[in-house]
């Protein structure tokens, strides 16, 4: 499955400190109505789209030459809002929410029906997190919708840190690019399944497990 490079990117610059609305507001549009956004997060560059269009979904697979059978994550503009897509948060995935968000951890939850299969590639959990990012938060909340995302790099190339990798990798296939600075982290969120009664680690990232570890007294 491989995209062409025939869509035309519009690259917007933003302040990653301070970014203005009105800068953010046609690239929020659009990924509103299931077109290919890349923008910065606090971790990795990420390229997104609405989580409610299937079809949106798909598209991000075939910018990536990905295959689809990897899940998308959620990215959310607020921590609160987690409850438009999830069902069965508990207590621990509360307290680690509080502790990591905005912030570099992705929960694992059971979905709700709002949130399309082909964003899960038909499983019934979806990653959820809120990034500590104020652009990418910014955009989010602009699109009104939660960003079905991953890392805006073709499938087993290095995840971008800026703008410009991003570009060399997706230009020509997504239809904005925000370029917000450099990503603050530069390394992928840590991912922990909360949809069932122990946790249980699928990816260490930024937040060490012997972190999570001592948290949920593991």
């Known amino acids: ?47 997104g789209t609405s989580a409610l269009i299937p079809e949106a979904a ?14 998308l994550i959620l990215l959310i503009a607020d921590p609160e809002d987690v409850h438009k897509y999830v069902t069965g948060v508990d207590e621990v995935a509360r307290e680690l929410m509080r502790a990591y968000w905005p912030g570099a951890l992705t929960l694992i939850f ?3 029906p709002a949130v399309s299969a082909e964003v899960t590639v038909g499983g019934e959990t979806v990653g959820v997190r809120c990034p500590n990012n104020a652009v990418a938060r910014m955009l989010i909340r602009l699109a009104g919708v939660a960003l079905a995302t991953t890392s805006a790099n073709i499938a087993d190339n290095p995840s971008p840190k800026n703008a410009k990798a991003a570009g060399e990798q997706l230009g020509g296939r997504v239809a904005y690019i925000v370029d917000g600075g450099e990503s603050a982290l530069g390394i992928e969120s840590t991912v922990l399944d909360v949809s069932t009664a122990r946790p249980e680690l699928l ?11 001592e948290k949920l007294a593991l």
Do not use: H
Not at 58 to 71: F, L, S, V
Not at 203 to 213: Q, T
């Open 110 to 112: 059971k979905k709700s």
């Open 203 to 213: 990816r260490e990232g930024y937040v060490p497990w012997d972190e999570l570890k």
């Open 1 to 47: 499955m491989v995209a062409s490079r025939d869509k035309t990117t519009e690259l917007i610059t933003v302040n990653p400190d301070n970014p203005d609305e009105a800068d953010l507001i046609a690239a929020a549009k659009a990924a509103s109505e299931g077109a290919l956004v890349v923008f910065p997060t606090d971790t990795v560059y990420g390229v």
């Open 58 to 71: 798909r598209d991000i697979y075939a910018a990536k030459e990905r295959p689809a059978d990897k899940p």
